[in-house]
């Protein structure tokens, strides 16, 4: 027998498809442009240093860099800094030289009789700026107010909801923001997103009141693709199309609430009367959507990847009350799925289901990056 107390609506919207669009750039991403790095060493004043400090300048010139080495500042420290000059990219790198001989940039540590690994970091700056590359930085190498200035753009309102036809048809039906183009990191990505839907993904995502951000990041995610912004210039980002999921250091599926549920979902908290038998994981979720007002999406594709169905998994749970919380903690423990309440980037709630593992990843990548 199939007993289930908790009420479900569901709602059908009947979307038109001729919507205004903005024409996006399908091509592969661009190397990322070349920066002139400003190199210096900080050595100390005794004549060991002089001459370590020879043998590395001809180094340096090997490898095609001009370094300055100097005696550091009262309180000066090593460090790796930006400084974006109009029309240019450029980072400065202050190295630090130890009694040994060896430089030290950052955490890590070089010696002169291999320099493979000083030739990678810094062609690796050169590329990428102090932050490093895109998909190795949980901010993808912005800097704070360039990081705002994405966030602020990707802040805007969906109108209504989202068809997935396709993964392009559907971002261009809600329109970049301007200033904003849209480019893949590889033919493989592009060729993904021009896929038809998967049978695992809705026909149509209720989208509309969800910031633009979210609203691409939840459509990628049903194609198993994601995005990252990069900097082009002031005031100018590419959206990166790639492969992956939220272990591969895309832009998240919403982020992590701010302020305690306490404050802004105290139903969540709050014990239910509740007794389920053998109902099907996606109907409970809806459910309890329903009861703590908030939207609900899931993450077809790594569902579907890891042999998930939540339209076929089942839960049961007797007599009880417990909060939705612990309730879903519960289910996705013993079915190996992961929930969590997310905001989008103007504070709007939702509840995201994935798989255990990329729910781990997204807290384990974006628990200390708040919104700015």
């Known amino acids: 027998m199939r007993r289930f107390f908790l009420s479900l609506q569901v709602t059908v919207f009947i979307v038109s498809g001729n919507f205004a669009t903005q024409a996006l750039q399908l091509v592969v991403a661009d190397e990322p442009a070349r920066r002139t790095l400003d190199l210096e060493v900080l050595i100390q004043s005794q004549p060991s240093y002089r001459i370590k400090s020879q043998e590395w300048g001809r180094v340096f010139q090997e490898l095609g860099y001009s370094v300055k080495f100097r005696e550091p500042r009262a309180g000066e420290a090593p460090r790796v800094e930006d400084r974006d000059r109009e029309g240019s990219q450029a980072t400065h790198v202050v190295a630090a030289m130890a009694a040994d001989g060896s430089i030290r940039i950052g955490n890590q540590q070089f010696n002169i009789e291999k320099t493979e690994p000083l030739t990678m970091v810094l062609e690796e ?66 060729q993904q997103a021009a896929a038809n839907r998967p049978e695992s993904a809705p026909e149509t995502l209720e989208l509309q009141g969800m910031t633009k951000g979210s609203a691409i990041a939840i459509v990628l995610a049903q194609y198993g693709l994601g995005f990252r912004p990069k900097y082009v210039a002031p005031g100018q980002y590419d959206i990166e199309i790639d492969c992956g999921d939220e272990s591969n250091n895309l832009w998240p599926i919403g982020w992590k609430p701010e302020q305690s549920f306490s404050e802004t979902l105290p ?38 990847a890891k042999g998930l169905d939540i339209n076929a998994l089942k839960y049961t749970r007797k007599d009880d009350r417990i909060s939705p919380a612990r309730l879903l903690t519960a289910v996705g423990d013993k079915l190996d799925l992961g929930f969590d309440v997310r905001v989008d980037e103007a504070g709007k709630l939702f509840l995201w289901v994935t798989t255990a593992d990329d729910a781990k990843s997204f807290r384990h990548r974006f628990a200390h990056v708040p919104q700015k």
């Open 267 to 304: 139903a969540y908290f709050r014990a239910i009367p509740l007794d389920v038998e053998d109902v099907e994981v996606n109907s409970l979720v809806s459910a309890i959507a329903v009861k703590i007002e908030v939207p609900y999406f899931s993450s077809a594709y790594a569902l579907t």
């Open 125 to 190: 700056i050169r590329r990428h700026g102090a932050k490093g590359p895109p998909n190795k930085s949980p901010t993808w190498g912005l800097t704070d107010e360039q990081f705002k200035e994405v966030t602020q753009l990707l802040g805007l309102p969906v109108d209504n909801p989202v068809e997935l036809q396709s993964s392009i048809l559907a971002i261009e039906s809600m329109g970049l923001p301007a200033h904003m183009r849209m480019k893949f990191t590889a033919a493989a990505a592009r």
